[in-house]
């Protein structure tokens, strides 16, 4: 199937492809590092690299034909783990081909995918090479209708830009070879003109979707009208288990994390600080770009009576939320006040 697709693509393009081809260096014996300019010619380069378990894709796209070609060699050499890290953004055929061919893949805080339609040479969209995009991203586990939908909806010219959290929430990102949780609905129904009811949370529905939809500081939050959503006592015993379950997507337990941090009087049990480290397996170039982490780390340290240090990472909260939206919420904002207060009152 794979091997029709490349040769249905051929000549399309999905970037404008620049003059430098695709470097590929080792970063350790087992890992390959690529970056720049998919170009033609980079397939033949990529299936010499010797054997190799985890690919690292820092690049903007380009030639279909050979991002696909290198697709089918990842899936002829079995077990690719596919990683996006921080700084580094991974876009157009590198992500809609090369990304979403890993068996296992991560776009880790401060990273980011990027999709857009296919291109013809001559600029125009090219709704066949959407359909291969959509057809190789599915046979990896990806959604149709997400690579196929953000394909048709964005212009060729444009690019929609997922950071960590929505390329987990769309379905683009596995966290093992078994996972399937991220299957993008939660995204789908949040980003609906009309939404389906959302339940309160009980200990018998609650799962992923529902502790994120009725939790007030998620991307996926749907406002039902329900005084106190997302603060009843099953709420956050469930949610409580959810977060803490391995088989949960780990920037969707942060998520939860974060809305029990400010809900739950009773969070010091769930250890919040030490499980958000935990999830992020104490990587520190990703906790510095997360800024949820920066606000559960500065409610932990509240809770236990330090204000100063806490003070400090809601500063840092503020600062990486605002990098990364433009705008701080307003709940983040009297937090930092009441830690600045709370400061203040320990200096005299």
């Known amino acids: 199937m794979l091997k029709r697709i490349v040769i249905a693509a051929n000549v399309l393009l999905t970037a404008v492809a620049g003059a430098d081809a695709m470097n590929f260096s080792l970063r350790d014996q087992l890992t390959v590092h690529a970056s720049g300019t998919i170009e033609k010619g980079d397939a033949v380069k990529f ?3 010797p054997k190799f378990s985890t690919l690292e894709l820092d690049s903007p796209g380009g ?6 070609a290198m697709a089918a060699n990842m899936d002829a050499r079995g077990n690719i783990r596919t990683v ?26 401060g990273g980011r995918i990027g999709i857009h339609s296919c291109a013809m040479l001559d600029g125009a969209q090219a709704p066949e090479c959407n359909r291969a995009m959509a057809a190789n991203g599915n ?3 990806v959604p149709w209708g997400v690579i196929e939908g953000f394909g048709n909806y964005i212009k060729p010219s444009s690019m929609m830009w997922l950071g960590a959290e929505d390329a987990e929430c769309w379905g683009f990102m596995r966290w093992n070879s078994e996972d399937t949780s991220s299957t993008g609905i939660g995204c789908f129904r ?11 949370v009980t200990a018998k529905n609650a799962d992923v979707e529902s502790c994120r939809m009725n939790a007030g500081t998620s991307r996926t939050y749907i406002s039902t009208g329900r005084e106190g959503q997302g603060f009843s006592d099953a709420y956050r015993r469930a949610c409580e ?3 803490s379950d ?4 780990k920037y969707a337990a942060i998520d939860i994390i974060m809305w029990l941090s ?15 480290v935990h999830l992020l397996d104490g990587d520190i170039s990703q906790i510095n770009n997360c800024w949820k982490c920066f606000a559960i780390a500065a409610m932990t340290q509240l809770m236990h009576g330090y204000p100063k240090e806490a003070l400090e990472d809601f500063k840092n909260a503020a600062r990486v939320v605002t990098r990364d939206t433009g705008s701080i919420p307003r709940w983040l904002t009297s937090r930092l006040d009441i830690a600045a207060a709370e400061a203040a009152k320990q200096n005299h």
């Open 63 to 68: 030639l279909v034909s050979e991002a696909l």
């Open 139 to 141: 046979a990896h586990g």
């Open 262 to 276: 400010l809900a739950d009087p009773d969070i010091s049990a769930l250890k919040p600080g030490t499980l958000m």
């Open 246 to 249: 391995p088989k949960t997507p």
């Open 84 to 109: 996006v890290k921080p700084g580094a953004s991974c876009a157009s055929a590198c992500a809609m081909a090369l990304f979403v061919s890993g068996k296992i893949r991560v776009v880790q805080m």
């Open 190 to 200: 949040a980003a609906l003109p009309t939404h389906t009811p959302i339940p309160e």
């Open 47 to 49: 299936a010499a690299l």
């Open 241 to 243: 288990r959810v977060a």
